[in-house]
C-alpha cells in the first residue's frame, strides 16, 4: 500500500524555467510533510518542510505548497539551476517525531 | 564537523548469512533512525532509537534488530539474509526525535547472493 506516491519517475526543465514536482498521499493523519533532494552516491539532504497547519512554505527558490482537501503537494524551484538536477523524494509523517513514509521519488534534469 | 558516517560503504554476503551494519550520527544528535532503500524505491522506515531504545518501528520482519550505544551511535543486525534484503541502508540521525533536523549518511550499500 503505497501511501506516498510521486507518480512522475522524470522531469526535464530548462535551466531558468519553473520546475514542478508533484506529490500525493493518501493517509489523513499525515501532518507533517518533508521535500529531500538526493544526488548519486549520498544520502538524502533535507529542503524543506510544512505542516498541515500551514498550506504553504518558502526557503529561497523552494516553495512548498499544501493541499489538504486534495491530499496533495507540491515543490516548486525558481529558478530552476544544473544543480538541481537530482532524485527529488517527498515523505510525510505524523508529528514532527514520527517515522517518515516516503514516495518512489522524482527525478528532476534541469537542461541548459 | 563529520556528519552522519556509516560503515561498511558496501558489502557482499550470501543468503543465509548475518551482517552488521554501523553509523556514527553527526555531531549533538541523539536519535537514530535506519531506512531501507531498495532499488527504484524510496526509503521505507526500519525503526529507530533514542536514549538507546527501541521507540519507532516499520513493517520489517524480527530478522532486524538494531542497537543504540551511549554515544549514540547505532547498529543494525539483519539475520538470515534473503535476496530481497539486497539495498542501499540509510541511518540519519536527528536532535531529540525531531524529522526537521534529520540528517542521512551516504548510506550502506548490501547485496545478498
Known amino acids: 500500500d503505497q501511501q506516498v506516491k510521486q507518480n512522475s519517475p522524470s522531469l526535464s526543465v530548462q535551466e531558468g524555467r519553473i520546475s514542478i514536482l508533484n506529490c500525493d498521499y493518501t493517509?489523513?493523519?499525515?501532518?507533517?510533510f518533508l521535500w529531500y533532494k538526493k544526488y548519486p552516491a549520498e544520502g538524502p539532504t533535507f529542503l524543506i518542510s510544512?505542516?498541515?497547519?500551514?498550506d504553504k512554505n518558502e526557503d529561497g527558490r523552494f516553495t512548498v505548497f499544501l493541499n489538504k482537501s486534495a491530499k496533495h503537494l507540491s515543490l516548486h524551484i525558481v529558478p530552476s539551476q544544473p544543480g538541481d538536477s537530482a532524485v527529488y523524494f517527498c515523505a510525510a509523517g505524523t508529528g514532527t517525531a514520527s517515522k517518515l513514509t516516503f514516495g518512489t521519488g522524482t527525478r528532476l534534469q534541469v537542461t541548459l | 564537523d563529520a556528519g552522519v558516517t556509516q560503515s561498511p560503504t558496501h558489502l557482499i554476503k550470501t543468503r543465509g548469512q548475518q551482517v552488521t551494519l554501523r553509523c556514527s550520527p553527526k555531531s549533538g544528535h541523539d536519535t537514530v533512525s535506519w531506512y531501507q532503500q531498495a532499488l527504484g524505491q524510496g526509503p521505507q522506515f526500519i525503526f529507530q532509537y533514542y536514549e538507546e531504545e527501541e521507540r519507532q518501528r516499520g513493517n520489517f520482519p524480527d530478522r532486524f534488530s538494531g542497537h543504540q550505544f551511549p554515544n549514540y551511535s547505532s547498529e543494525l543486525n539483519v539475520n538470515a539474509l534473503l535476496l530481497g534484503d539486497s539495498a542501499l541502508y540509510l541511518c540519519a540521525s536527528s536532535l531529540d526525535r525531531r524529522v526537521e533536523t534529520q540528517y542521512f549518511g551516504p548510506g550502506t550499500r548490501l547485496l545478498v547472493l
Open positions: 510544512i505542516s498541515s497547519i500551514k
Open positions: 493517509n489523513s493523519m499525515f501532518d507533517y
